[in-house]
């Protein structure tokens, strides 16, 4: 069974930053595809970002590209998301899955 723990989350001002961290459990790591997604208030699950193995490529929703970068370090079994400019709709709890599990989340707030 994976185990995958988000940390990073937090409150933030619109225009602000955030890096969210996906420490993974399953080998090997650099195997699979990894996600993160996203569920606003009162809202479903949104899918955010992908990046597959290797690392070289990825993959972003329309509501986040150019904003956020999903990147990998496999060597640490971990999944980053870089958040940039963020906006009052990037309010959520943020999810990273890999192999059809997916963490506990973590709480991202965008307000001023």
């Known amino acids: 069974q994976v185990q995958l723990v988000e940390s990073g989350g937090g409150l933030v001002q619109p225009g602000g930053s955030l890096r969210l961290s996906c420490a993974a459990s399953?080998?090997?790591?650099?195997?699979?595809?990894m996600n993160w997604v996203r569920q606003a208030p009162g809202k479903g699950l949104e899918w955010v970002a992908t990046?597959?193995?290797?690392?070289?490529?990825?993959s972003y929703a329309d509501s986040v590209k150019g904003r956020f970068t999903i990147s990998r370090d496999d060597a640490k079994n971990t999944l980053y998301l870089q958040m940039n400019s963020l906006k009052p709709e990037d309010t959520a709890v943020y999810y990273c899955?890999?192999?059809?599990?997916r963490g506990q989340g973590t709480q991202v707030t965008v307000s001023s």
């Open positions: 899955e890999m192999g059809g599990s």
């Open positions: 399953k080998l090997p790591f650099s195997a699979y595809a």
């Open positions: 990046i597959y193995s290797g690392g070289s490529v990825t």
